[in-house]
């Protein structure tokens, strides 16, 4: 997977609080595959 999201950009629009609890991993896996997240509240 990081071969696929190496220097990719990642926009996450969060928006309730079962997503905000579960994204956390999510961006943590992101930023492990060298990818530029952003979160947007």
Sequence with gaps: MSKLLKDKHIVLDI???IVAYRSAELI?????SHA???VLP
């Design 36 to 38: 530029y997240v952003r």
């Design 15 to 17: 928006t309730g609080n």
């Design 28 to 32: 943590r896996r992101f930023a492990e």
